[in-house]
């Protein structure tokens, strides 16, 4: 096909939105909506999923050793522990250290007075803080920890990260679900618009074809005509997460002390994914939307 | 030319649109067709559009046998045919002009030729004022013209006419056949499908007669 055909083609498609303008702001508002719909839905499960994480990452695994441990028998054993595998990190957590954290930690509560009671014996155990790589292997990795000698305890949060591990599948599974549902859904609605879009040319396909156009010839204006109103759905819905979401987050982050509690730093920041957004969205409008047209025109083209 | 051999249709429902056909019209002939609504004249129409294909028999258009023409090129036999239809078949978006450059547009002819040849044949027809104007801003018989000159921008070896005059007034009617007659003596080869028995007799010529899909005259009148 030669370039000036191609300039007449676009231009073509371009007019096209123009002469069915209705339809076009049909398919543009039930694109956009579609958009909207599944783009929120991304940002809901990606929130929940760094919520989970964030929860995830503060796991922390206690060991205590016996009293008769010496300083290279916890070397050793902290050696032998950081080379097991899905052990992240392994920190030494001296008795000493561990009584001055608790003074500190209870110096409203006349903690001087209270520790007087102890003497001079420190009562607590010397221990390792071990953070676990993979959450929901923790099992294993603990014992084989356990199987080292000189280890008096082990305090894990097993029963908080089961139910982490199963709440984090279970979210996993139903936003999957969501997205899927929706993403046909929209499927449905936008090729049934882009239908009714090409539908009500029929005749002007019929004629093309009876006075010897090609199906390609046919189709390009409505790939184009399909591809700018994606393109512009695309940004469109794009702008309106971006800001949208951005509100939402100022709403929710205005009293941080329930998120607090659920261990949660804080949202997706808008800027962590704005030019994904805005890319996504119109490269998604614009594939579902020129396709859906072009595949629409397929029926009217068997003349 | 148009040649059709031993041609029968049947539909799926069972209806006998044509019985056994045989018909030849020869490079630059005008010929008329006539037969009552029913008789089979749309169908002969799309065999030769290859919209149909016959059950059986053979159908040669301008060098192309439609048994071996695939449906997907059927676009090169319609190029070097000119359709003028009874409901004109106008792309109402477009205006005069783009619905008649819009056939050398398909075949990718060069800009400047479309600029120059599309202006020619609208003021052939008689509309070179009206070139900017769009469908629904034309009457019935400039409509027609319109198709004229979007059936004659390719310079076709064919001109199928559907009923071109059959929402026309008899003024208008003459007009678009006495176009049509000029066409043809340009060398153009016509078939016009009308079951206006007056028209026909009144031009004369060859005359096709179609009645319950067989042909029951072919022969010269007036």
């Known amino acids: ?303 | 030319m148009v040649e059709l051999k031993n041609v029968s249709v049947t539909y799926s429902n069972g209806v006998d649109a044509l019985h056994d056909v045989s018909l030849r019209i020869n490079d630059g002939e005008f010929a008329f067709v006539v037969g009552e609504s029913g008789a089979g004249k749309s169908t002969l129409i799309k065999l030769l559009l290859k919209e149909i294909t016959p059950t059986s028999g053979r159908i040669t258009v301008n060098g192309f046998n439609l048994e071996k023409l695939k449906k997907n090129k059927a676009h090169k036999l319609r190029r070097t045919i000119g359709f003028v239809f009874q409901d004109f078949k106008l792309i109402n978006t477009m205006n005069v002009y783009d619905n008649v450059a819009f056939v050398l547009r398909s075949i990718d002819a060069p800009v400047k030729y479309i600029r120059n040849r599309v202006p020619y044949v609208i003021s052939l027809v008689g509309l070179k004022d009206k070139a900017k104007c769009y469908p629904n801003e034309l009457s019935g018989g400039e409509q027609q013209r319109v198709a004229l000159a979007r059936a004659l921008v390719n310079d076709p070896q064919l001109i199928i006419a559907d009923e071109p005059t059959g929402n026309l007034d008899p003024k208008t009617s003459l007009e678009i056949v006495e176009l049509l007659k000029g066409i043809n003596e340009c060398g153009t080869t016509v078939m016009m499908v009308t079951h206006e028995h007056e028209l026909v007799r009144h031009f004369g010529g060859r005359t096709i007669t179609i009645k319950e899909g067989r042909i029951t005259f072919d022969d010269y009148i007036g």
């Not at chain 1, 909506?33 to 206690?62: D, Q």
């Not at chain 1, 097991?84 to 920190?91: A, G, L, M, Q, S």
């Not at chain 1, 100022?250 to 957004?277: A, C, Y």
């Open chain 1, 1 to 303: 096909m030669k370039l000036s055909s191609m300039n007449y083609l676009f231009k073509q498609g371009m007019k096209n939105i123009w002469t069915n303008r209705i339809m076009s702001v049909a398919s543009f508002c039930i694109l956009a909506v579609s958009l909207l719909l599944i783009g929120f839905t991304m940002l809901f499960v990606a929130n929940i999923n760094r919520f989970v994480s964030g929860i995830e990452n503060k796991n922390e695994v206690v060991i205590f050793l016996k009293d008769d441990v010496d300083e290279s028998t916890a070397s050793a054993m902290e050696n032998t522990i950081k080379n097991i595998n899905n052990v992240e990190k392994v920190n030494f957590y001296s008795k000493e250290q561990a009584l001055e954290d608790m003074k500190k930690g209870m110096e409203n509560e006349n903690a001087d007075e209270l520790f007087s009671y102890v003497g001079e014996e420190n009562p607590l155990p010397d221990a390792f803080r071990i953070r676990i790589a993979n959450i929901e292997e923790i099992s294993p990795t603990l014992m084989e920890i356990n199987r080292l000698e000189g280890i008096d305890s082990i305090k894990s949060p097993t029963d908080f990260i089961n139910i982490l591990t199963g709440l984090k599948r279970f979210i996993g599974i139903v936003s999957l679900v969501i997205l899927l549902a929706l993403i046909l859904v929209s499927f449905v609605i936008i090729s049934n618009a882009a239908r009714a879009s090409v539908d009500i040319r029929k005749r002007e396909i019929a004629i093309m074809k009876l006075v010897g156009a090609t199906n390609t010839f046919i189709k390009v204006p409505f790939f184009v005509e399909g591809m700018f109103i994606g393109i512009l759905a695309g940004l469109a819905s794009a702008a309106i997460t971006c800001l949208g979401y951005n509100e939402l987050v100022k709403v929710l982050s205005q009293d941080m002390t329930l998120w607090s509690i659920m261990s949660i730093n804080g949202f997706i920041p808008v800027s962590e994914f704005i030019w994904k957004i805005f890319i996504g969205y119109a490269a998604a409008g614009m594939i579902i939307s020129a396709f859906g047209t072009v595949m629409s025109t397929r029926k009217y083209l068997k003349v």
